[in-house]
């Protein structure tokens, strides 16, 4: 278990539009009018307690003890919404002393009935799929995420260079499920360890396989990348991707996420999406 001493916050990236954790904001429309209070610290504490995690909470952060993960959780934008609810968007950054040691951050976007109803459902779908791949990046061996391992021989007097993509799991909908009834039960992930996948529709592996080339430089790079992957495809038929690199956009991801939806088979709305962790590992496993 680990244990900080540390007391002063964590910086907050100067890429991270975060505004802050605490505050009151009020609502009004024809009907009535009413505020709310929000602590989005407590509101992250008490979902990853629920979960089962031990956490440590400082004044605007807070410390996953048996991990080391320093989270900071941050406000960008609410939006009322006409019917009533609450629209909004949160980050929340990680550290890691020797994973992420800088900080990276990723947005979480959520609807719910108040300002503390959204967030709580932003924060835990982020438990659900983003934490867990970043906890199992911390493993020689993953027991949760399939693991993609490439080796990089030595280069202009670099050494070899190990790397690993922990594919986070994927959360997928699909307004005509039953196109892939008809198709037979997708492949299993655990069969596909480090290959293209070729012989089922869709599996863990299958965002970062059909996007590989956007991500090369990335892949063969030395440094921790959390890559946010999101293929879409709307009502119409319409490609629609969002990709982003440790928070920040990737043109080049979201282009190639594009034409992978249209292979997808089928028609009507559906999404894909997933958190990818590409890090260095001490050697090949």
């Not at 024809?30 to 031990?54: G, P, T, W």
């Not at 280069?155 to 198709?183: C, H, M, W």
Request: aromatic share 10%; with cysteine.
């Amino acid at each position: 278990m680990f244990r900080f001493g540390k007391k002063a916050a964590p910086k907050l990236l100067s890429s991270n539009p975060g505004i802050g954790i605490r505050g009151e904001v009020g609502f009004s429309n024809a009907e009535k009018s009413q505020s709310e209070h929000y602590d989005l610290l407590a509101l992250l504490v008490s979902v990853l307690r629920e979960r089962a995690h031990v956490v440590q909470s400082e004044e605007s952060w807070l410390v996953l003890q048996d991990s080391g993960f320093i989270l900071l959780p941050q406000l960008v934008h609410l939006q009322p919404l006409d019917k009533g609810g609450v629209r909004i968007t949160t980050t929340i950054q990680t550290h890691h002393p020797t994973l992420v040691a800088h900080g990276v951050f990723e947005y979480q976007h959520s609807t719910g009935n108040s300002v503390q109803d959204s967030a709580r459902k932003g924060f835990d779908l982020w438990a659900q799929t983003d934490l867990v791949a970043l906890l199992d990046a911390l493993k020689s061996n993953p027991k949760t995420c399939t693991t993609l391992q490439m080796t990089f021989p030595a280069k202009d007097g670099s050494p070899a260079n190990f790397r690993r993509a922990v594919l986070g799991p994927v959360t997928q909908f699909a307004e005509n499920p039953q196109i892939y009834a008809q198709q037979g039960t997708p492949g299993s992930a655990r069969d596909v360890h480090g290959e293209r996948c070729e012989s089922h529709e869709f599996c863990p592996c299958c965002l970062l396989t059909n996007s590989f080339e956007a991500f090369k430089e990335l892949i063969e790079g030395s440094r921790f990348y959390g890559l946010r992957l999101f293929a879409a495809r709307d009502e119409k038929g319409v490609p629609q991707a969002d990709c982003r690199v440790n928070g920040q956009d990737w043109g080049k991801g979201a282009e190639a996420l594009r034409t992978y939806v249209t292979t997808w088979p089928g028609t009507g709305y559906e999404f894909r999406k997933q958190y990818v962790v590409l890090h260095t590992v001490e050697k090949e496993s």
